[in-house]
């Protein structure tokens, strides 16, 4: 009978071993990916490609199995050599070559260069051929640091007591209403893709008092911008027993010292190749809806057209209003107009027309809304009638503060938006791993 006993050490080792100094001088054995084959004649570089980094090896012995010559690009082998420093190599580190094994060739050559330090290719190009571009190493480092924004969201609620939830994205009714939903059959039933996991998450409020998910949400809005997508990533929270709704924000705010901190220590080898410099986040200022428009109207003498939302301009200013005033990267815009904000949203007590809510900005960006919600059964009836609002698909939600709920609010993080904002990029599309929008289904 034989048996597996779980992970194993195998001779592969990984970059930050091999940097240990205890293995200098050593014989090693290394896998990975061709990146590059730089011949200089008497002596190659090749470049291998591995999860950890790239790591330098040195082809200097003309009777080892493969030629330099049959070595391509895209290859994937097995490497044995000495270990040896060398300052100016990647890692500070390469591997003079004894032997090398090939365990796989590409069939045709790399439709794209990705070995460059920057792909030149368009950003329709690239979406073309996705899992080819990030392959190119700057390319790939945006969706580490994409994971580290995750990670660090799951490990700070984990800490506040939060319990992590997956609720289905297949749904009678979608939580924020509107036409901008996906329809579709189910079982001879109408159904649509929800927007949001809103009424899954307060539900569950009930249960857990902190819950949280991330996974997709789906708008069928027919845009075509460089900051809307129609599937997208959201990383939601939801908590109750709150005293008021900016406690909804000081929550956001540990977030994002957090995953700052988190970033810094555990990913400084992505933000140094992309060169990103990490957001101030000891404190991030407040401002109300309609004091952030008569700021920046004032200011930059443009004047105000819609009373009841922030137009893209409008967010942009605000961002740059707070960082020339307060040397701030985010800010937070709270208590939007009740007419733009779903009907779960709590109405301020002091005026109804405005809600205890809030979007966050960053580098004048909306990147986050949320708010407190309506916890009262009767309240929350009052208020869909009110917005002729039909109870046909939300009767099991509406059970749920029937028999009780305490006071709560939440939010949601465009995690794409976010990491686009963090990068610098311009397009939302460069930092969403496969993006759909009106025109791509495919890859």
Known sequence: MKYIYGTMDHEDLTISKLQDKVYIGTKVTVKGAIHAVRNMGEIAFVILRRWDGLLQTVYEDSSLDVSVNELKEGETVCVRGILREEKRAPGGIEILLTSILVLSKPKETLPLDISKWKLSASLEARLDQRAIALRNIRERSKFKLQEGIVRGFREFLYEQGFTEIHTPKIGAKSAEGGANLFRLEYFHRPAVLQQSPQFYKQMMVGVFDRVFETGPVFRAEKHNTKRHLNEYTSLDLEMGYVENFTDIMEMETGFLQYMVNLLDKDYKKELDLLDIKLPKV??????????????????????????????????????????????????????????????????????????????????????????????????????????????????????????????????????????????????????????????????
């Open 282 to 443: 000891d404190e991030i200022p407040y401002v109300t809806f309609t004091n952030a428009k008569e700021l920046v109207s004032e200011k930059y003498h443009r004047k105000i057209k819609n009373p009841y939302d922030l137009e893209p301009e409008e967010e942009l200013l605000i961002g740059q209003y707070f960082k020339e005033e307060d040397n701030a990267d985010f800010v937070f815009v709270t208590h939007y107009p009740s007419k733009k904000r779903p009907f779960y949203a709590m109405d301020d007590p002091k005026d109804p027309t405005f809600t205890l809510s809030f979007d966050l900005l960053f580098h004048g960006m909306e990147i986050t809304t949320g708010g407190q919600r309506i916890h009262d059964y009767c309240e929350l009836c009052q208020k869909m009638k009110a917005r002729k609002i039909e109870v046909d698909g939300m009767q099991k939600y509406l059970d749920v503060f029937r028999y009780g709920m305490p006071p709560h609010g939440g939010l949601g993080i465009g995690l794409e938006r976010l990491t686009m904002q963090l990068i610098g990029d311009d397009n939302v599309r460069e930092t969403t791993l496969f993006p759909r929008d009106q025109g791509r289904l495919v890859p």
